[in-house]
């Protein structure tokens, strides 16, 4: 079945920097896209951006812009996405979502997610 | 960035009555190609969000014909006929036209 697998629960120290894995199975890996969303605890959802696993194309979120590159390894069917300089407020479940493969070209939702991963970032 | 405003925040819903939840947008969510670039995300209790509505109307595949999504521009619907236990959890809309994607509040459905 479709399905996105990914890393586990990581904890750093502010300042540091982490990767987070998302294994794609149950389809072709380079037809979709894959959008990365973060939820900070008892919060609501954040966007935080998309890679093309087609063409590598990225959208970020300003928010993020600076500290977040998101790339994938069609080889593996995996994709990834590192978040440098973490501060506190970076503690948060992290989900890889399945999505359009080239921007508002074909959307149809983000229909696949992962499990999350819990980002805990603390001195 | 866009900001999506959802109402109500918090929805006690008796079951196989109908439930509706509004996202208002601050600009217009109506692309050139005539499509409203409007999902609808639930997430149940303990699980990652799941994908309900995309493109303002269009069901995703296995959700049920219970949902739909109505709206265009910057005034959006979703309706919930015949609320079942299954149903509860927090709903969100989220904007795909302008980057960064944007989602709303979240409204909360509870069974009554």
Redesign the interface.
């Given at each position: 079945q479709v399905q996105l697998v990914q890393s586990g629960a990581e904890v750093k120290k502010p300042g540091a920097s982490v990767k987070v894995s998302c294994k794609a199975s149950g389809y072709t890996f380079n037809s979709h896209g894959i959008?990365w969303?973060r939820q900070a605890p008892g919060q609501?959802?954040?966007?935080m951006?998309w890679i093309s696993a087609y063409n590598g194309n990225t959208?970020?979120?300003?928010?993020v812009q600076g500290r977040v590159t998101m790339t994938t390894d069609t080889s593996t069917s995996t994709a990834y996405m590192e978040l440098r300089s973490l501060r506190s407020d970076d503690t948060a479940v992290y989900?890889c979502?399945r999505d359009e493969i080239l921007w508002?070209v074909s959307?149809?939702?983000?229909?696949v997610?992962?499990?999350?991963t819990t980002v805990t970032v603390s001195s | 960035d866009i900001v999506m405003t959802q109402s109500p925040l918090s929805l006690p819903v008796t079951p196989g009555e109908a439930a509706s939840i509004s996202c208002r947008s601050s600009q217009s969510l109506l692309h050139s190609n005539g499509y409203n670039y409007v999902d609808w995300y639930l997430q149940k209790p303990g699980q990652s969000p799941q994908l309900l509505i995309y493109l303002g109307s269009n069901r995703a595949s296995g959700v049920p014909d219970r949902f739909s999504g109505s709206g265009s521009g910057t005034d959006f619907t979703l309706k919930i006929n015949r609320v079942q236990a299954e149903d509860v959890g927090v709903y969100y809309c989220m904007q795909g036209l302008h980057t960064p994607r944007t989602f709303g509040q979240g409204t909360k459905l509870e069974i009554k």
């Open positions: 959008s969303v609501g959802l954040e966007w951006g959208k970020y979120a300003q928010k989900y979502a508002l959307h149809d939702g983000m229909d997610w992962g499990q999350g | -």
